[in-house]
């Protein structure tokens, strides 16, 4: 199947290594604006980490790569991290740069009230480099999962995206979110074709219709494979429509899957892609066919769909298996609510 990694040897390697910076997360008590919000729950918060996460509570061995400051939030982040499951040994810590922070509010991010304060500015993972990274932690994994977000925190972060995507024989599968975060770069017109270049030099990625465009320039599923022909494996998300996944293949245009979205109660809207991105990628690992691919990933973001937080734990395997089994019209009926997760609550038909 295209877009599925080598198996290893050794029974104990790693799935997915998940390189990025990771930050301490204040989420409102109550829906607001950041200046009349009374009081902060902490949380974390990170593309990279949060696919980590999701993956060591489904089952794979995951790891995540990172710098944190030698400070307390950095303490909690990697303890936080680590009670997942994911393997936290290479995140290493930075005595005169300070781990990230920031606050958002409890309204969607694709609404004009949405807020987010970042307090990120020459954080200790901004500092991550070709010359200060563990390279024999990243590149031993099956997968390597990268997104655009480190790309735009730093020079010697871009750097060291260009560095692990760069073809060398044995390197392990390269999949990266185009994360388009047009408020994090400083150059903004450089960011468009960086994210293009990286995305072009992956295997895997993941991007969504609505960033492609902001980005790009480029709408709809087929002109965006147009612009991005290289990847053995192209997932456009298309919000609540779906996943339309381009797999490389004898054909010249390769082969097209559209998987329909699941309706979904949603409480709140943040960590869904990476959610997403976590599902097919756990999908990708066993070998499912891509239908299932985009169907697990289509699950995890319901999970994270219908809690308030980033992270959630995902369905067990049998059941989202039996899920991802039925057939188009059994599909399309689902539905989806806070709950649903449970061994013992029953999945809602329409």
Sequence with gaps: MSGTPARTD???ATDVVCLGESMVTFLPSRPGRLADVPSFGRGIGG???NVACALAAAGHRAAWVSRVGADGFGDHLVDAISAYGVDTSAVRRDPGRPTGI??????????DVHEVAYYRAGSAASAMSPANVP????LTGRVLHLSGITAALSADCL??????TAPRPGRPLVSFDVNHRPGLWRDADASPGVLLDLARRADLVFVGEDEAEEAWGVKGAAAIREALPEPAVLVVKRGAEGATVYCAGPDPAGTVTDVPALRVDV?????????????FLSATLRGLPVRDRARHGHLMAAAVLTVPGDLTDPPAR???????????TAWGRLRL????TGDDTEVRTT
């Excluded at 750097?159 to 692990?164: I, S």
């Excluded at 049998?318 to 188009?328: P, Q, S």
């Excluded at 609510?337 to 649903?340: C, L, N």
């Design 159 to 164: 750097a060291l995206l260009h560095e692990l």
């Design 47 to 49: 593309a990279e980490s």
């Design 135 to 138: 390279y024999e932690a990243l």
């Design 318 to 328: 049998d059941r989202a298996d039996r899920l991802v089994a039925l057939d188009d």
């Design 337 to 340: 609510g806070p709950g649903w």
């Design 267 to 279: 409480v709140a809207p943040v960590g869904a892609g990476d959610a997403f991105a976590a599902g």
């Design 102 to 111: 920031y606050f958002r509010t409890a309204t969607d991010r694709g609404t």
């Design 10 to 12: 050794a029974e104990t």
